[in-house]
């Protein structure tokens, strides 16, 4: 069972895979193309650096949710303004990245539909 701190990172790493999964289909098989312009030449050069890049960058931000999450619920004083500031901009940057994850996956799978492969 994945505990509760551990849930916003795998989110995290399961959106940010399948970015990289519906990437790599539709750029292998179907002709479409990585918009983001500092992995753009490389999914067109060197597709497992690709993979691997992708993969670490996610895993990396999945980690810094979970480690950041941990550290600061080690404060003592969660009543404190400044506890209660972190906390909510924690979230809402949790909240961010998993809502652009959510688009970014779902545009992909639209071009991959467009596209006829699914």
Known sequence: MIKPKRFSGVILVLMGSMDCLTT??????????????????MVNTNLPLFVAVKL?????????FVQAEKTLMKVKDRTAKSFI??????????????????????NNILVLVLAGTI
Do not use: W
Not at 56 to 64: D, F, K, M, N
Not at 89 to 104: K, N
């Open 56 to 64: 670490a960058i996610t895993v990396c931000v999945g980690l810094l």
């Open 24 to 41: 790599v289909i539709g750029t292998l098989y179907f002709g479409t193309v990585e918009l983001n312009p500092l992995l753009a030449d």
């Open 85 to 106: 500031f972190t906390h909510k901009f924690l979230q809402l940057s949790y909240g961010g990245i998993v809502l652009f994850l959510v688009i970014v996956v779902t």
